[in-house]
């Protein structure tokens, strides 16, 4: 009879356990969090996706949500150079929200098509390739603010966003953000979790794909400068993915 009394209480530690599963808590700053790129006043251990691709954190206070991304995995950094990174919001701690923002937005159409030059395959030249992936980041799309996205400079915003991608020496591409709630008409005082979905852009399979930067390797291989074929399959069609809950402090 006592270990039936005790399925109850087992069932509902294994219900809690799935329920919070991809549910982490906000970090509260202690020191103003600062967007350039420094991690030196983010006070916590970076978190990892369970694929691998993302390391993250978000954090909040009264008025704005904080978020960091570190990203080290080739593939995922060709996805976000060439075709951009969404960060959605949803209040009601669900999946794919519909507000939020694109940033960077990827290469316009001009830009992918071109064929580029073979890439150094030492450490240097590819850290290098990186960063030309971000040498034209100035600019951002809202989501679900109006009818139709908002295009602006990512300095000329006048909802208090800030924002900035960089790719540090390793060749690691470092992504910070300063979000307010009113930037997106969420009341924290209602919203216990935050749904946040990052999702990459991807390639089209369009008869005009573009291709992606050339090492010289055959479609189909990995590695950073993976180049692509209209109407083949290639990873870059495959858009990289993470979504987290946060309970708000």
């Known amino acids: 009879m006592k270990s039936l009394a005790l399925l109850p209480i087992a069932l509902f530690f294994i219900a809690t356990s799935f329920a919070q599963k991809g549910i982490h808590e906000s970090f509260i700053p202690t020191a103003p969090i600062v967007i350039d790129g420094d991690p030196a006043e983010w006070n916590t251990e970076w978190m990892l996706d ?11 206070d009264d008025e704005n949500i904080y978020l ?39 290469k316009d159409a ?24 971000l040498n034209d980041v100035e600019v951002l799309e809202l989501l679900g603010l109006a009818k139709e996205n908002i295009v602006s ?25 300063k979000i307010p709630f009113k930037a997106f008409k969420i009341d924290k005082t209602k919203t216990p979790i935050l749904g946040i979905t990052f999702e990459t852009g991807k390639m089209s399979m369009a008869k005009s794909a573009p291709a992606a930067p050339n090492t010289g390797q055959a479609p189909g291989q990995g590695g950073f400068g ?23 402090k």
Do not use: C, H
């Not at 001009?110 to 992936?133: I, N």
């Not at 300095?155 to 910070?176: F, K, R, S, T």
């Open 50 to 60: 369970p694929d691998g691709k993302f390391l993250f954190n978000v954090g909040n």
């Open 68 to 106: 960091r991304l570190k990203v080290s995995d080739d593939l995922t950094q060709q996805k976000i150079g060439l075709f951009g990174l969404y960060v959605k919001l949803d209040a009601n701690g669900k999946k794919k929200g519909k507000m939020g923002l694109k940033y960077p937005m990827g």
């Open 110 to 133: 001009s830009e992918l098509k071109k064929d580029q030059p073979p890439f150094r395959q030492d450490a240097a030249g590819r850290t290098y390739a990186k960063k030309q992936l």
């Open 153 to 177: 400079s990512r300095l000329g915003l006048m909802n208090g966003i800030q924002i900035l991608i960089v790719a540090d020496e390793e060749g690691a591409y470092v992504y910070e953000a």
């Open 226 to 248: 993976q180049r692509s074929l209209a109407g083949s399959y290639n990873e870059l069609m495959v858009p990289g993915y993470m979504w987290v809950g946060v309970r708000l």
